[in-house]
Each structure stands twice: as structure tokens, then as C-alpha cells.
């Protein structure tokens, strides 16, 4: 108890004075309202509570003051942005000056080998060739298309654990097989190589628990000076966990080395590839073993939990909803009839309501209520209120993507919304003609896999429709209530009755 209020004390002292300071130094315009009396003890209420404590926070905030507000976290404002044209005009009009990121945290700077990755790296030469190395080398569509052999093989490994070797429905914990099976195709996808069971589930414990250990790592940010001799078994703690997943990550990764050093043919291309002759413009080197595993760490998550998570939220809607999954199947059958094998991407292209249920899907339940926190590089000004100078600023994705300006009646699944004229083509998800919804986010910082996740989402929704039909468990009813993790995820896990189509 003693520790945490001289940490408390000390932050807000130390806090309180520079915020005064601030504020005479600020310009005419004024920053967003905030919503506490006393800037900086807000926080503390919401900080114990995790990021669900924060979501509820804001919503307050909003309603009580606006679409823009600012939280005092640290010594710059925190601005909060819950408005679609605030959005649009911020990250695509003005994305140049909205487009770097906030000084990483501690925990962060280890994780990330110093802001070595492309959702935290500043906005410069560095970033910009790390990212165009995975949209180019990795994510371009006809490398997306190399791997449609690793896609059917995740497919087979996952139907065959829903059938669990019989015929006979059985009841499944939907997300614990995505998860799986999104592991098993993205790990194979950034190391080259098929992993047995075992290696995939030492790649998916290490890279779920640094997900996971946030919250309880958070408390070591603030005045690390403090926490390292006050809190310095859970200093240990953590550094450990980051050399347990280096120890899984760097034979992988040493492996791949060896197989590109020896110039062997006929294999394809893997991320781990595109990163061991890369260099880095700025510093004029390469990358070492420690940034590359960052990288790969970034590559894995950003691909596995978010897909994962849209997906198991995607199938509960369906067996909440028997009719759409009806209506769904009836336009897989008329596409490719009584065939067996998988859907590809050519016949998804011929699906306009499978598209429909995944876009709604990310409208009602994006993975990510927030994006990752902006930073500005230079004094802004956004519906009249001033974004200081490496001010940070973060927009609040679900509260866009359910407006009932824009959506009607915003928080029931209706994917009929996305069917027809006025319904795909007048929804752009990129935002850059204006914002509904933005679950990859928008502007120069969109997610760069974008494609690759709606991709995964259509051909894993409509492969496993075709397959099976879910069906509530007696008992077990869905329950569309949220909890917060690295995602939004459901807070009682989707089981479903998984019904052969054929027997």
C-alpha cells in the first residue's frame, strides 16, 4: 500500500504542475473538455479496471461533453475522438500530421525492439520500409495467392476438429479451434515451415500470454525509475516472459536463415524471408535477431487473435440467427452446388451475402474499440479544439461503426444493410471517401493486411457454413455480452452443436 501512494503522489504532483504549466504556454485555441474536475484522477479510477473501465469511462464522456474530449494519462493530453467526420478528417485529410505514434512505454519499447515494428514505429523511412516490405513481399495479392495451399490445409485440420473423427454432431468451443487454426496458418506463413501440433501451441502459449499480461504489467510504466526498485520482481517477471518468447521464436527463425543462406529452391516465400537481408535506411544496417522476432511477434498477433476474435463473433451472430445462416447457405449451394471440396476465392467473389454477414460482423463487433494511439506532429486544431504538438490522440472505432445517424437500430446484426445498391459499394472500409465504419482504421496507418483479413473471414465463414449447420446448445444459449482482452472478445466463450451437412 505505502508503494502505490508514493507512486500516486508522486505521479500526480509531478503531473498536476506540468499541467499548469501547459496551460499557460497553450495557444487561443483550447484542448477537448475533460471530463474530470481534477485533471489526472480520473484515470486512477478506471486504470484498476483495465481497458473495460476506460470504454465505459469514455462513453460517459461523450455523451456528457461531445465527440472530442482529453484525458490527462501522462504529462501531454490524451484526446479521445468518437465522431466519424472528426475521424476522416484527421486521419485522411490531414493524415501527415496525424500519422506518427506516441513515444513507446517501457514495456512497449522491450516489446517492440525500440518502436522496431510497423504498428509502433514513428512515421519516417524506417516505418515506411518496413511496411512496404510486408504489403509488397508478403501481403501483395499474388503472395497472398501462393498461399492457398496453407489455407486448405489450416480448413482440413480445423474441420476435422470439429468433426473430432465421427459423423455425429458434436459441441465445440468455436474459438479455441480458430485460434488454432489461425496459429497454424500465419505461423506458417511468417517461418515457411509446417510445425507439428506441439510447436504451434508453444508459438500460440508465448504469444497469447504477452498479449494477455498487459494489464498486469501496466503499473510498470508509470516512473519506471519507481517501479524498477519497488516493483522489481515484476520487473523480472516480464523480462523473462520476453526471453521465453525470444527462446521459441529465434530457432525458427535461425532455421529459415539457413534455408534461404543455402540458396534451395522451390520453396515459397515466408515473412522471415523478406526480413533477414532487409536494411534499415536511417541506420544504415540490417536487422538483428531481437527486432526480427518483434517483427514476427507483431506479424503473428495481428493476424491470429483480431481474425480469430471477428470470427468466432461472425458464427454467433449465425447461430443466434439461424435464418441468415440459412439464407447464407442457400447462396453457397447456389454458387457451387452439391460439390465437395472447399470454396475458393474465385466463387467467394460470387457471394455478395457471405460479404454482407462478414462486413456486419465487423461493424457490430469490431476486434478493436480503439486503434492504436496516434500522435501529431505538430500543433493541430480538430473540431475547434487545439491536438498539441506529439499530443495523443485516439478514435474510438465501435462507437463510429455504431452511430444511429448512420445505422439503424446500430446494435442489432442486420446484414442486410451491406446487400444491394446503398450497400457494399456505399460503405468503403478503408474510410478514404468518408467514414461509417473503420475496423482496420483508415488513412496512412490502415491496417496494411486488410486484405488478407477479409480474405480469411469469407473463406473460413463460408467453408465451415458449407460444412456444418451450428446450432444452439440447450443450455448454452448465446450470450453477446462483451469482455475485454488484447480484443473485444465474448465474454462466455461461443459453443455450438457442429451439424455434418452430410453424413
Not at 474459438?175 to 506463413?189: P, T
Not at 476474435?309 to 449451394?333: F, G, S
Not at 457471394?351 to 505538430?378: D, F, I, T, W
Request: with cysteine.
Amino acid at each position: 500500500m505505502a508503494t502505490w501512494f508514493l507512486i500516486v503522489f508522486v505521479s500526480l504532483t509531478l503531473s498536476l504542475f506540468l499541467h499548469l504549466l501547459l496551460r499557460r504556454n497553450s495557444s487561443s485555441l483550447p484542448l477537448p473538455p475533460d471530463p474530470n474536475l481534477f485533471p489526472f484522477l480520473g484515470p486512477f479510477r478506471w486504470l484498476t479496471q483495465g481497458f473495460g473501465g476506460l470504454r465505459s469511462f469514455l462513453r460517459t464522456a461523450h455523451h456528457r461533453l461531445g465527440p472530442i474530449v482529453s484525458i490527462r494519462i501522462s504529462f501531454l493530453p490524451s484526446i479521445f475522438v468518437s465522431d466519424r467526420f472528426l475521424a476522416h478528417k484527421a486521419l485522411v485529410l490531414n493524415g501527415a500530421v496525424f500519422s506518427d505514434r506516441p513515444p513507446a512505454i517501457p514495456t512497449s519499447k522491450i516489446i517492440t525492439s525500440n518502436q522496431h515494428t510497423i504498428s509502433s514505429g514513428s512515421y519516417g523511412a524506417t516505418w515506411r520500409i518496413l511496411r512496404r516490405n510486408l504489403t509488397s513481399e508478403i501481403l501483395h495479392p499474388s503472395r497472398v495467392r501462393s498461399y492457398s495451399h496453407a489455407r486448405r490445409w489450416v480448413l482440413d485440420t480445423l474441420l476435422d476438429r470439429f468433426r473430432n473423427g465421427g459423423e455425429e454432431p458434436i459441441v465445440v468451443v468455436v474459438v479455441d479451434h480458430l485460434r488454432y487454426a489461425m496459429f497454424s496458418l500465419l505461423v506458417l506463413m511468417c517461418f515457411g515451415d509446417k510445425l507439428d501440433e506441439e510447436q504451434i501451441k508453444q508459438v500460440e502459449f508465448v504469444q497469447r500470454r504477452e498479449l494477455l499480461s498487459f494489464p498486469r504489467f501496466s503499473i510498470l510504466n508509470f516512473f519506471p525509475n519507481f517501479t524498477k526498485f519497488f516493483l522489481r520482481k515484476r520487473w523480472d517477471e516480464f523480462l523473462q516472459m520476453r526471453r521465453e518468447q525470444s527462446e521459441v521464436l529465434l530457432p525458427l527463425i535461425r532455421s529459415r536463415r539457413k534455408i534461404v543462406e543455402s540458396e534451395r529452391k522451390g520453396y515459397v516465400q515466408s515473412y522471415v524471408d523478406t526480413l533477414i537481408d532487409l536494411e534499415l535506411p536511417e541506420e544504415k544496417r540490417k536487422l538483428n535477431e531481437n527486432e526480427i522476432v518483434s517483427l514476427c511477434s507483431e506479424f503473428l498477433n495481428a493476424g491470429t487473435d483480431t481474425t480469430a476474435t471477428a470470427l468466432e463473433w461472425i458464427m454467433a451472430n449465425l447461430v443466434k440467427n439461424p435464418e441468415i445462416q440459412e439464407r447464407l447457405y442457400d447462396e453457397i449451394k447456389s454458387v457451387i452446388g452439391e460439390e465437395e471440396g472447399e470454396i475458393e476465392e474465385e466463387e467467394m467473389k460470387k457471394m455478395p451475402y457471405l460479404k454482407a454477414v462478414v462486413l456486419e460482423g465487423l461493424r457490430r463487433h469490431p476486434p478493436g474499440h480503439l486503434l492504436l494511439p496516434h500522435s501529431v506532429s505538430e500543433d493541430a486544431e480538430l473540431g475547434g479544439f487545439k491536438v498539441p504538438k506529439k499530443g495523443t490522440i485516439n478514435f474510438n472505432v465501435a462507437e463510429i461503426g455504431r452511430d444511429p445517424e448512420v445505422w439503424e437500430e446500430p446494435m442489432e446484426f442486420k446484414q442486410e444493410r451491406f446487400v444491394g445498391e446503398g450497400g457494399e459499394a456505399a460503405v468503403d472500409i478503408t474510410g478514404s471517401r468518408g467514414i461509417k465504419m473503420i475496423p482496420f482504421g483508415a488513412g496512412r496507418r490502415i491496417c496494411p493486411g486488410i486484405g488478407l483479413a477479409m480474405l480469411h473471414l469469407e473463406y473460413y465463414v463460408a467453408n465451415m457454413v458449407k460444412e456444418f449447420e451450428w446450432k444452439e446448445v440447450e443450455g448454452d444459449e448465446v450470450d453477446l455480452s462483451e469482455k475485454m482482452e488484447f480484443t473485444v472478445v465474448m465474454k462466455h466463450p461461443l459453443k455450438a452443436l457442429a451439424v455434418p451437412r452430410r453424413r
